[in-house]
Structures are given as C-alpha cells and as structure tokens.
C-alpha cells in the first residue's frame, strides 16, 4: 500500500511559479512510477507529466513541455513538479498518483492504482 499527499498548490499571477510535492508513505517507494494529472472545472482530468522507477524516464505533455518539471528524491519519498511560466489554463487541482514497477512512463489514469487528495493551483490573469 502507498499513501500520497500533495502539498504546495495555491494562489499565482501568470508567470509565476509554484512548487507541488508528493509525499509519499512506504518502503519501496523507489520502484513506483509517479504521474501528475489535473483537472479543472468542468473538464476530464488530464494527463501532466510522469516518471518511472529506476531509469527515471520522464514523459511530459506537449502543454507542460518546457515549462514544468518532474524530479523525485527516492530517499525521502518524494516527487516534486516545479511550474514554471504558469498560465491561466494551468489552473487546476493537481494529482500524484502511483503504481508500481514499469520504465515506461503510462499516461492513462487507469494505469495508476494509488492517488492522492490533490492541491489547487490557480493562475491569475
């Protein structure tokens, strides 16, 4: 079993950046794969970025792409996406999700098992 929180949403103006963490609970965290999604009102919740386990491959989507970035700290448990150049399409309540074993980074939510609570990002114009 993996619990996950997410912390550090919260209020931005465009072009700002935040900080999202991904804290989670369990000995074997290292051989997760993690994923972002988020969801604004209204739409399906979306892919964002994810990382395997082991080789850390990262797969990002085209919208993110060069402005946000995934990192995990296996020792604490932890997964990080920085948000750079934040626009007002980017608000959202984001995700960590979780599933263990594979180097392929999966971009469907049915392949995650765990999830967290989620954190509000919201973009100012």
């Known amino acids: 079993q993996v619990q996950l929180v997410e912390s550090g949403g919260g209020l931005v103006q465009a072009g700002g950046s935040l900080r999202l963490s991904c804290a989670a609970s369990?000995?074997?965290?290292?051989?997760?794969?993690v994923g972002w999604f988020r969801q604004a009102p209204g739409k399906e919740r979306e892919f964002v970025v994810g990382i395997s386990y082991g080789n850390g491959r990262t797969l990002y989507a085209d919208s993110v792409k060069g402005r946000f970035t995934i990192s995990r700290d296996n020792a604490k448990n932890m997964v990080y996406l920085q948000l750079n150049s934040l626009k007002p399409e980017d608000t959202a309540v984001y995700y960590c999700?979780?599933?263990?074993?594979?180097?392929?980074?999966?971009?469907?939510?049915?392949?995650?098992?765990?999830w967290g609570q989620g954190t509000q990002v919201t973009v100012s114009s």
């Open positions: 999700a979780a599933r263990f074993g594979t180097v392929v980074v999966q971009q469907s939510e049915s392949e995650y098992v765990y």
């Open positions: 369990g000995r074997t965290f290292s051989r997760y794969s």
